[in-house]
């Protein structure tokens, strides 16, 4: 498959009178969908100054406006810069900065969030009324390497940072994942998470795109209303994170479930019983895949792939051990199943070939250094693989913990947590250890569900995988876990916080797995 673009994809749907972008009750064809961005994007050309970036920031939620400006900008040799609606003050100020944005077209009920900033001199405007429609123009050339959109990363480690996804980047995962799930014009791709962020744009709307399929966008997402989406729009394909999946899941469940056209929702970071229970429940499959807004790295998943895996890496793709950088080691298992060479086993992922679709940060060259190292491209993600080439999420190298010398990776103890009837959702981090190295610490979410310290105490005790050193000495029940707008736990707060919170903490105070309440 060559790699096409975004203008190629949207110039094969100019004469396209099917239904190409839903939305509540009204629906647009891809005719004039297309004809809607070629006339906005006569107007950017004009509008944009020359002598500087032709940035434009947009602030909004999935609104059709928002898919039109996409187009607009694909065509304009412009590039939309994804703004994050939750960020507030200085912090989206320094976005709009960072981005070298001329303007920022924004949805009216967002234009006072940017009231008073200083934005570097860029203009607000109403987004879908500026600039003044035009004549429709031709297309400016495209090539797979043209940059197209600026998106930020969650930010669950520090500031944001803007990742530069070009043409390709976008159309190229959208072209293969449609040709991958024979997706076509009769299909409905059904997409609610945020546009501002690269799992709504890559593995939804460029899919939809690419296979002729009619885009059913919801303005935000809502796990209550999902199923009545599905049907409302007769939706066959959606796309995912891992956490609004689960909530989906937690919704209460009725008989007809199952009564619904979706065939396949395809996304990422799905818990493994989620996974298992969405599929069984609405009746569809679920290809849950590593992501993540940078690219870089690659995964095979069959129907052989093991329950957790992320699958067996594409050949270019190596686990390296953070310290030595040689490879690791396949994982070896204690007879009670737990990691008994974690410290040697689990290592980064690393892409030996290069940069792959990674194509930098924007003004940042310290991260784009940090990122692309003697030639290859670094994810920042730990796993290790087994005996026959599968492998697990292990963290983030920031989520690393060393515990009495040992280097210990998050993910599989979260995993563990999970399997709890009570337990919703958790998250575990280091926090100090008095003496040297880290201390574990785990926040537990049971949605209101009855769950002692004795009672989690014996849980932990009977799970054979759970090695001595991973058992985590403070436990803390929170109503919710802090999250990025893009359902991304942000575990520097919750490592900030430590035990300095208002919320009921468990301590463990001996060699046995049993906890009393702290304080």
Known sequence: M?????????LARAGDDRPGLRFEDETWSWAEHVRASAQQAAGLRAALRRDEPPHV????????????????CAFAGAVLVGLNPTRRGEALARDVRLADCQV????????????GLDLGGAGVRD????????????????APDDLLMLIFTSGTSGDPKAVRCTHGKIAFPGAMLAERFGLSASDTVYVTMPMFHSNAIMAGWAVGLA????????RRFSASGFLSDVRKFGATYANYVGKPLSYVVATPPRPDDADNPLRLVYGNEGASADLVAFAERFGCKVVDAFGSTEGGVGFARTGDTPPGSLGRPTPDVAILHPETGRPCPPAEFAPDGSLANAGDAVGELVNTAGAGWFAG??????????????????????????????????GRLGDWLR?????????????????????????VYAVPDPVTGDQVMAAIVTGGAPLDPAGFGRFLAGQPDLGPKQVPRYVRTVQELPRT???????????????????????????????TTAG
């Open 104 to 115: 920022v077209l924004a949805e009216p009920k967002y234009r006072p969030l940017l009231a």
């Open 2 to 10: 060559g790699v096409p673009t975004v203008t190629d994809l949207l």
């Open 403 to 427: 515990v009495d010398g040992e280097n210990l990776g998050t993910a599989p103890i979260e995993r563990i947590l999970l399997r709890h009837p009570s337990i919703t959702d958790a998250a």
């Open 127 to 142: 987004l879908g009324s500026w600039p003044p429609s035009a004549d429709p123009a031709e297309p400016v050339p495209a």
């Open 57 to 72: 920031g947009v602030l909004a939620d999935n609104v059709p406006a928002f898919s039109v400006l996409l187009g607009a």
């Open 211 to 218: 296979a002729g399929a009619g885009i059913a966008l919801r």
């Open 361 to 394: 940060y924007y003004r940042d060259p310290v991260a784009d250094a940090e990122r692309l190292r003697d030639g290859r491209f670094h994810t920042g993600d730990l796993a290790y693989a087994d005996a026959d080439g599968y492998c697990y999420f292990a």
């Open 485 to 515: 707008s893009t359902f991304k736990v942000v575990k520097r707060q919750l490592s900030a916080e430590g035990l300095n919170c208002a919320d009921v903490l468990w301590e463990r105070t001996g060699p046995d797995i049993a906890y």
